[in-house]
């Protein structure tokens, strides 16, 4: 099913490109510029099980991105100077921010080398408990785990999983049925379900976060470049709005500190956990402000308008299942964006590529 909505809105992109209405539409939708978000950067992995696969890209696409965004005349600047440039008059320039969610290793392995040979600034935004090892990414433990398995059975708050995850399907199944269930309990209990049960089937959670997240040493080569800006993803990774404020406000301020005092650089920008409207909203802004932030991102999809609020920033996702040079293109005139509802509509459902994601990551 994943797969056929992914082709249903590749269709409407495909359609829409090759029609060319988004050369003449851009100048009303392009907006000021865009932050592009992306999260890892590799090869693609063998076998078909990836039900994350939306969230990676490979180098060789990250390099058709830069030179797609260059050759439209945009150019790529870091966050502070976005900030500026949002602060003052709208002087016809348009820019693109590259930014990288959670500390992935191949971030410094893969896109950094690319980056720095292409002159192209970017921003890592860290949780803190990744590099620490005190906190584990939950979605790449659940798709490790199922891939281990050939049954499923987990405990989430009230609701017991058994499930079959012998087949491709099965496996496909099982994941998104896992994620759903670990995204409805609180966060406590989403980590100690997924953490017990990998446990029990000899994955060990902290090695997985060792294996897949940077460690300081490897955060400082980054943060030393002054093409790479470190900004802060809170410590534990956890959907701000589902905390209690106190701990929600502890998040956001300590994966600062901790980010200052590893690498000598007080993080100035702030990207929400999962950035959607469930998991940071207006309690949570105002946090961001209170704390000093300059900027903060969600992952609401757009491009950067004279409406945008610094600290609610849209981005848009550069989708794994959307590697393609002509889907750039069309990402970046802002035409689909401005399309979602009706392309939605048309081909009935959630197919945004947001809407294809197996288990939430951000
Ligand atoms: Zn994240």
């Given at each position: 099913m994943q797969g056929l909505k992914i082709a249903g809105y590749k269709a409407g992109l495909n359609a829409l490109y090759l029609s060319g209405a988004h050369r003449y539409v851009s100048p009303r939708t392009q907006g000021r510029g865009a932050i592009l978000m992306f999260h890892q950067v590799r090869?693609?992995?063998?076998?078909?099980?990836?039900?994350?696969?939306?969230l990676e890209v490979t180098p060789q696409f990250l390099d058709v991105v830069v030179r797609r965004v260059r050759a439209a005349g945009m150019e790529i600047v870091d966050l502070d100077e976005a900030a500026r440039r949002m602060a003052?008059?709208?002087?016809?320039g348009r820019f693109v921010v590259l930014t990288f969610d959670d500390g992935y290793r191949n971030n410094l392995t893969e896109a950094y080398p690319l980056l720095r040979e292409l002159g192209a600034p970017f921003t890592v935004y860290l949780a803190s408990g990744f590099a620490d090892r005190t906190a584990v990414p939950w979605w790449d433990l659940l798709v490790a785990l199922v891939r281990h398995v050939s049954q499923l059975s987990m405990q989430v708050g009230d609701q017991a999983i058994e499930l079959p995850s012998r087949s491709l399907g099965q496996k496909r199944a099982a994941c998104r049925i896992a994620a759903t269930a670990l995204c409805r309990v609180d966060e406590d209990e989403q980590r100690r379900a997924i953490e017990s049960v990998a446990r029990a089937h000899g994955i060990d959670p902290v090695e997985l976060v060792a294996r897949e997240m940077m460690g300081w040493g490897e955060v400082r080569t980054l943060a030393q470049d002054p093409l790479v800006t470190i900004g802060a993803h809170t410590?534990?990774?956890?959907?701000?709005?589902?905390?209690d404020a106190a701990r929600a406000r502890r998040e956001m301020a300590e994966s600062r500190d901790r980010i200052a005092e590893m690498t000598g650089s007080r993080p100035r920008h702030l990207a929400y956990p999962y950035g959607s409207q469930r998991s940071a909203s207006e309690r949570e802004f105002a946090l961001a402000a209170e704390l000093g932030f300059t900027t903060a991102v969600t992952t609401r999809r757009g491009v950067l308008t004279p409406d945008s609020r610094i600290l609610a920033l849209p981005r848009i996702s550069m989708n794994?299942?959307?590697?393609h040079a002509r889907y750039v293109d069309l990402l970046l005139s802002g035409v689909p964006l401005a399309l979602e509802g009706p392309l939605r509509r048309l081909l009935r459902g959630s197919l945004s590529p947001s809407g294809t994601r197996a288990s939430a990551s951000t």
């Open positions: 090869a693609r992995p063998p076998g078909r099980f990836h039900p994350n696969a939306h003052g008059p709208d002087d016809g410590v534990g990774h956890y959907a701000l709005a589902r905390l794994g299942h959307f590697q």
